[in-house]
């Protein structure tokens, strides 16, 4: 499977910002889709999972009640719906694929979001 992200960008705290992940290819392999990142300086940081079956989410700690993770399942894209951001969500987000919680068997080539202050 090939994980294509779009959607970032530039935005001013307490702003919104939605990425999209498209999977081609061998999608049935990635029965979890999830969004990763990584700020500069910093590890790469688990932000949300969806289940593909189910459409069950989960989410990290800094980004609940933020962030909505959404699926649809006829394009194979996933997005994630980022509200009222912060500078520190600052970062390259990457959509993954797996198997598992969090999904880390296939990664995007990420895209950038920052956010002003």
């Known amino acids: 499977v090939q994980l294509q992200e779009s959607g970032g960008g530039l935005v001013q705290a307490g702003g919104s910002l939605t990425l999209a992940c498209t999977a081609s290819?061998?999608?049935?392999?990635?029965?979890?889709r999830g969004w990763f990142r990584q700020a500069p300086g910093k590890e790469r940081e688990y932000v949300a999972a969806?289940?593909?079956?189910?459409?069950?989410?989960y989410y990290a700690d800094p980004v609940k009640g933020r962030f909505t993770i959404s699926r649809d399942s006829a394009s194979n894209t996933v997005y994630l719906q980022m509200n009222s951001l912060k500078p520190e969500d600052t970062a390259v987000y990457y959509c993954?694929?797996?198997?598992?919680?969090?999904?880390?068997?296939?990664w995007g080539p990420g895209t950038q979001v920052t956010v002003s202050s």
């Open positions: 993954t694929g797996g198997s598992t919680l969090p999904p880390q068997s296939t």
């Open positions: 969806i289940r593909q079956s189910n459409g069950y989410t």
């Open positions: 290819g061998r999608t049935y392999s990635s029965h979890i």
